[in-house]
T-cell receptor
Framework: GAVVSQHPSRVICKSGTSVKIECRSL??????MFWYRQFPKQSLMLMAT?????????EQGVEKDKFLINHASLTLSTLTVTSAHPEDSSFYIC??????????????FGPGTRLTVL | AQSVTQPDIHITVSEGASLELRCNYS??????LFWYVQSPGQGLQLLLK??????LVQGIKGFEAEFKRSQSSFNLRKPSVHWSDAAEYFC??????????FGTGTQLKVEL
């Protein structure tokens, strides 16, 4: 099956620093990637949708200047949490799809990145 | 707006016992419904999905789910649970267009 990786799996940083999380599709070309945030005991919440070569589409309430998303190639999307604060601590998960045109294309999920901001 | 409710936060079953995880959705038209499983430190894996047709859907690992429009439900079942089934299970819905809305998840514990 299609494999999606994320790096790093865990990161701890100081308040005010920026953190970059990578999401890679290892064996397919991802036309679209999604970034989710998951708080303990809560749902996965979609943060943004990114298409290769174009600007990401952010969900309502997600600060685009805070969470910078770059989808520069068909196998890599990055999420940068800028000037991170403790309330940004969360589990970030990406997913990717490899097709377009269908009414629904299966999303393949990465293993997630645990961000802790001190 | 679409939404998903998973009423059970935690469920414990004995190995070999049957399992049913509940999922109720809210969506104005015919939904696309999914069940995912997430093990610690791993990504979500698709167990099964319903788009149309037969309302009883077979998935991987011996799981099945039944779409009941009248009850707005899509409950996940397995006749005999294995210890390796212990994980978090998420129900999700979309109306098309690849945007998924997830439930809060059900943590399954299997007692040996």
């Amino acid at each position: 099956g299609a494999v999606v990786s994320q790096h790093p799996s865990r990161v701890i940083c100081k308040s005010g620093t920026s953190v970059k999380i990578e999401c890679r599709s290892l064996d397919f070309q991802a036309t679209t990637m999604f970034w989710y945030r998951q708080f303990p005991k809560q749902s996965l919440m979609l943060m943004a949708t990114s298409n290769e070569g174009s600007k990401a589409t952010y969900e309502q309430g997600v600060e685009k200047d805070k969470f910078l998303i770059n989808h520069a190639s068909l196998t890599l999307s990055t999420l940068t949490v800028t000037s991170a604060h403790p309330e940004d601590s969360s589990f970030y998960i990406c997913s990717a799809i490899g097709g377009t045109g269908a009414l629904y294309n299966e999303q393949f999920f990465g293993p997630g990145t645990r961000l802790t901001v001190l | 707006a679409q939404s998903v409710t998973q009423p059970d936060i935690h469920i414990t079953v004995s190995e070999g016992a049957s399992l049913e995880l509940r999922c109720n959705y809210s969506y104005g038209a015919t939904p696309y419904l999914f069940w995912y499983v997430q093990s610690p430190g791993q990504g979500l894996q698709l167990l099964l999905k319903y788009f149309s047709g037969d309302t009883l859907v077979q998935g991987i690992k011996g799981f099945e789910a039944e779409f009941k429009r009248s009850q707005s439900s899509f409950n996940l079942r397995k006749p005999s649970v294995h210890w390796s089934d212990a994980a978090e299970y998420f129900c999700a819905v979309t109306g098309g267009g690849n945007k998924l809305t997830f439930g809060t998840g059900t943590q399954l514990k299997v007692e040996l």
